[in-house]
């Protein structure tokens, strides 16, 4: 037991999580795909409040009482963390409407080089050499996947693509900033004003019930258990590698809309996502000899 414990609770554990935390994520792309008409607005704000309630519920059923202070306990960090959560979903929104989405997801990518700087900035985490191979594979692997879809665009939309792997990034590293406290209440927080943003900017939210049935669910199994997991994977991963992880999000979200309607991936699109895979893979299985010199 104890064995078992040491393994869930180290590095490799971790990566595990984030990586459980990714498939979750990869499934947006099949539920939007599933919408009747709903616009992106109205999806992020039901998906948002659903959100919301879910890591409440989480909260209040793992700390009770103490809720209050678990919330206060994220101090500074956390609410900017928030803040950078926030401003990752409406750039990511943003990029997708203003250039292709070869594009947004390409510079979405780059949040593992953000990480990577804003880590050994804030946090002074040095990224070993293997990692440093890893992700520029990774990146190409991405590259491989856009392919023809990869295009110039407009300037503004690929400039929201690239804020949005910034924000990304500095998601990250304020959770691995306030890894001594619980994460949730930074995540929670996030979908409120989330929540708030998106009710004002939404035309309407007026939507049928199918529409609104499945952006509520987007919010509880999507992203609500993937911020659960990210968060406890963050705790025990740097924040370059945890970021590395996370691209197995863009690897199977077009499988999941393969298997599920029939919309064949390219060959470009297996390939990528074999090398980012394999760059993942490679990355978690690897050992970190100083991490293990330290356990």
């Not at 104890?2 to 490799?12: M, V």
């Not at 554990?13 to 990714?22: H, M, P, Q, R």
């Not at 529409?211 to 999507?222: E, H, I, K």
Request: net charge positive; aromatic share 8%.
């Amino acid at each position: 037991m104890n064995a078992l414990s040491r393994t869930i609770s180290g590095r490799q554990g971790g990566a595990l999580l984030v990586f459980g935390a990714a498939i979750a994520w990869s499934t947006a792309g099949l539920a939007v795909r599933s919408m009747d008409a709903a616009g992106a607005w109205q999806i992020l704000f039901y998906r948002s409040l659903a959100l919301s309630i879910f890591l409440l519920i989480v909260l209040v059923a793992r700390h009770r009482s103490r809720v209050a202070g678990i919330a206060r306990d994220i101090g500074w960090a956390g609410v900017l963390g928030a803040l950078c959560m926030v401003a990752a979903f409406m750039s990511n929104i943003l990029a997708m409407t203003k250039t292709t989405i070869a594009n947004a997801a390409f510079l979405q990518a780059t949040q593992v080089f953000f990480g990577a700087g804003l880590g050994r900035l804030v946090l002074g985490e040095k990224v070993p050499a293997r990692t440093w191979v890893a992700m520029i594979a990774a990146l190409g692997g991405v590259a491989l996947m856009m392919g023809d879809g990869f295009a110039a665009g407009t300037l503004i939309g690929n400039l929201y693509g690239l804020s949005c792997g910034f924000w990304a990034a500095a998601f990250a590293v304020s959770l691995r900033f306030c890894r001594g406290a619980d994460n949730m209440p930074i995540a929670c927080l996030a979908a409120i004003v989330a929540t708030g943003a998106t009710a004002a900017l939404a035309p309407s939210l007026d939507v049928s019930l199918h529409d609104m049935s499945l952006s509520l669910g987007m919010g509880v199994f999507q992203i609500g258990v993937g911020m659960v997991l990210f968060g406890l994977g963050a705790r025990r991963v740097p924040a370059a590698e945890l970021l590395l992880l996370a691209l197995v999000e863009l690897v199977v979200a077009p499988l999941w809309v393969w298997l599920a309607v029939g919309e064949v991936p390219s060959t470009l699109t297996l390939g990528g996502g074999a090398l980012v895979l394999g760059a993942v893979v490679g990355q978690v299985l690897v050992p970190n000899r100083r991490v293990a010199a330290a356990e």
